[in-house]
């Protein structure tokens, strides 16, 4: 799962959220993804756009899947403007398109990637820094099409 934000020509964060190992399924949770939240220091980012921009101008798109319930709360706790969408509506949900400019990079400059092996800790670092860095080869003005969004997927 991805998890980024971006607003006006500006990139913010766009991360992965990876599985959490202690869930039963070893599905991603609200606590994996509330982790990745926390290390990179989100509620501070979200407070400095929002002084920045105006509180009106940003919200943060989450797609209204019952999978995301407890992280909406969590949100919601934190007082973020959300704008939910109906679940599986790529069409209304702009990381689709972003992580569709974002594949196409990491298969040109990353096709190694998929037969990594080894320590997860160690591959998970190297998607983390392949992910990032497509993320910041893509032409910003893309990012005009949505401004001031966050979401999450």
């Given at each position: 799962?991805?998890?980024?934000?971006?607003?006006?020509?500006?990139?913010?964060?766009?991360?992965?959220?990876?599985?959490?190992?202690?869930?039963?399924?070893?599905?991603?949770?609200?606590?994996?993804?509330?982790?990745?939240?926390?290390?990179?220091?989100?509620?501070?980012?979200?407070?400095?756009?929002?002084?920045?921009?105006?509180?009106?101008?940003?919200?943060?798109?989450?797609?209204?899947?019952?999978?995301?319930?407890?992280?909406?709360?969590?949100?919601?706790?934190?007082l973020?403007?959300?704008?939910?969408?109906?679940?599986?509506?790529?069409d209304?949900?702009?990381?689709?398109?972003v992580?569709?400019?974002?594949?196409?990079?990491?298969?040109?400059?990353?096709p190694?990637?998929?037969?990594?092996?080894?320590?997860?800790?160690?591959?998970?670092k190297?998607?983390?820094?392949?992910?990032?860095?497509?993320?910041?080869?893509?032409?910003?003005?893309?990012?005009?099409?949505?401004?001031?969004?966050?979401?999450?997927?």
């Amino acid at each position: 799962m991805m998890t980024g934000f971006f607003y006006g020509q500006t990139r913010g964060l766009f991360l992965p959220v990876f599985p959490d190992p202690s869930s039963a399924r070893g599905a991603v949770t609200r606590k994996s993804i509330i982790d990745v939240y926390d290390y990179y220091n989100f509620l501070g980012i979200w407070e400095d756009i929002r002084e920045k921009v105006g509180e009106e101008e940003v919200f943060f798109i989450i797609v209204n899947a019952k999978a995301q319930l407890p992280f909406r709360r969590w949100l919601r706790r934190q007082l973020i403007t959300l704008m939910e969408i109906p679940a599986y509506s790529p069409d209304l949900n702009p990381i689709e398109n972003v992580w569709s400019l974002v594949q196409d990079k990491l298969y040109k400059h990353y096709p190694e990637l998929y037969l990594m092996r080894g320590d997860v800790n160690v591959v998970k670092k190297e998607i983390d820094e392949a992910i990032t860095n497509c993320w910041e080869l893509l032409d910003a003005r893309f990012l005009l099409l949505w401004q001031g969004q966050w979401w999450i997927e």
